[in-house]
């Protein structure tokens, strides 16, 4: 599953258009690497999404075939690391 659908699937971003332009503007890496949109994702792989006001680092444990619920987020990735940034100390990029 691409990387850019994958984010919407597991509702990390609204639509997949936000996963894409994320990607393009390097907020979005996985496994420590600036990744591309279009990148085959596996279980294990670690995402790190940068956010404004907050960095998440999740873990893929399972691809799903669609979108998942808010209930079944558990099953398919878990959060690793979560780091809230104060206001006013972020960067527009």
Known sequence: MRLDLLLKSFCLVKTRSQGKKGCEAG???????????SREMAPGD????TYPGRELLV??????????????????????RETR????????L
Do not use: C, F
Request: aromatic residues 4%.
């Open 46 to 49: 670690r995402i790190e999404i």
């Open 59 to 80: 873990e893929v444990i399972e691809l799903p075939h669609g979108q998942v619920s808010r209930k079944e987020r558990e099953r398919y990735y878990r959060v690793v």
């Open 85 to 92: 940034r104060r206001r006013g100390t972020d960067i527009d």
């Open 27 to 37: 907020r979005v890496r996985v496994n420590g690497l600036a990744a591309k949109p």
